[in-house]
């Protein structure tokens, strides 16, 4: 098991305790490792979908043609904007009637929108949440109208009300930042040490911590043994958040952590950053300060930022590839519906601070400039694999 289990702050330290010695090789049906990154670091604590698992949970069957209810955050990336319009799509080619809302107002915008899914008689809810910890009534109100509940993307706490998590690996996906960006460093920077700052998500979601400790788990050794500087002194996940993953809230902390750190020639080598949208406000920023181009990390394969990785600009990004997502979860939808049993591949990473969610996890995949031709499925992510191929780098070197 993942040392980042306990993502809930409410969860007290023994139960902490109780959970960081189990290793998620001994997770029942688990299956290795199968992404891309494939850093030993990473491949050790992976647990990733989509392989055959003896796990499998039951959840009540429901008639064909009933409403399904998606409940999206904002959209802070394009990933978000991608899901809402295939949930729409696949969700009624598969015979369901889709609510599919974004909760663009906010926190009570979603706690609105969930509990007039309910109302209008869905069948199950899908919500990936701004804030996983603030949808507690709504959650028991579904449970009391014998709604299931799945998790999308980001987990829901402090809550028993959910049956199901589906999501990328979160924390292999960190890993794979923080195994990108010492990588890119050796690659580009020259001897060490090298000046590194850190950018995390926001605090409000449930993924930043996961994505900020997987990332964490390869930096710090090598900060601890000096191969890494950060001159800004913010190292912790509090210090390095980014306030509703807004690219201008990351942008004026970096325009400020470079104006007080790198004058007078000091070089910024590298940035860790959660996201493509962060990153490329970090790129802004570095560039209006007239540093050189620092090794970035990202996530999310956006359209924007796949010829910034083509030049190498932006050193790496994450697929996870939005269109096979939402197709294991209307599969996972159908499955139910029919009242056959769900596969699960996770039974112990994913504690909520109320119990351990039985999750389906994904694999997410690393790219950088050396595979990002190949790197993406035209059928299933058709924008991200059109952009890679429409680069000049692309073209000559396929
Ligand atoms: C998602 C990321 C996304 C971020 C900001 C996270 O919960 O997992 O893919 O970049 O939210 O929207």
């Not at 799945?150 to 402090?158: G, H, M």
């Not at 710090?220 to 996940?237: A, R, V, Y």
Request: hydrophobic content about 40%; charged content about 15%.
């Amino acid at each position: 098991m993942r040392k980042f289990a306990i993502s809930v702050a409410a969860l007290g330290a023994v139960a902490a305790l109780a959970l960081a010695g189990c290793s998620s090789n001994n997770n029942t049906g688990n299956t290795t490792a199968t992404t891309g990154g494939s850093t030993p670091a990473a491949s050790a604590t992976t647990t990733s979908g989509g392989g055959a698992s003896g796990d499998t949970i039951s959840l009540p069957a429901f008639p064909a043609g009933s409403t399904v209810g998606v409940s999206l955050p904002q959209k802070t990336s394009e990933n978000w904007v991608l899901a809402g319009q295939l949930f729409t799509d696949q969700l009624t080619a598969a015979g369901f009637k889709p609510m599919v809302n974004y909760a663009n107002g906010g926190v009570t915008d979603q706690q609105n929108q969930i509990q007039a899914m309910i109302t209008a008689g869905a069948k199950v809810l899908v919500i990936g949440a701004i804030d996983g910890s603030q949808l507690g009534s709504q959650l028991q109100a579904a449970k009391d109208a014998g709604i299931s509940v799945i998790a999308y993307d980001r987990l829901l706490t402090n809550t028993p009300n959910i049956d199901m998590y589906m999501a990328y690996d979160n924390y292999k996906v960190g890993q794979l930042q923080g195994q990108a960006l010492l990588d890119g460093l050796k690659a580009k920077e020259g001897a060490s040490p090298w000046n590194i700052e850190l950018i995390a998500g926001s605090n409000d979601d449930s993924n930043s911590k996961p994505f900020f400790e997987g990332a964490m788990s390869v930096l710090q050794p090598k900060i601890d043994d000096g191969t890494l500087k950060i001159l800004s002194g913010q190292k912790t996940q509090s210090q390095a958040a980014t306030q509703g993953w807004q690219a201008q809230n990351a942008q004026t902390r970096m325009d400020a952590i470079l104006a007080a750190n790198y004058t007078g020639g000091t070089k910024l080598n590298g940035i860790l950053s959660p996201n493509d949208t962060l990153a490329r406000a970090a790129l802004t920023s570095v560039k209006n300060a007239g540093l050189p181009n620092p090794v970035i990390t990202g996530q999310d394969s956006e359209v924007a930022s796949i010829p910034l990785i083509a030049d190498g600009t932006q050193y790496s990004t994450i697929n996870k590839d939005t269109g096979k997502f939402v197709t294991q979860v209307v599969s996972v939808l159908k499955d139910i519906s029919a009242g056959k049993p769900v596969t699960v591949n996770d039974t112990k990473s994913y504690n909520n601070g109320n119990k351990i969610v039985p999750s389906f996890l994904l694999a997410p995949v690393l790219v950088t400039q050396a595979n990002v031709c190949t790197a993406y499925d035209p059928t299933t992510s058709p924008s991200a694999s059109a952009a890679a191929l429409a680069t000049d780098y692309c073209k000559t070197h396929k």
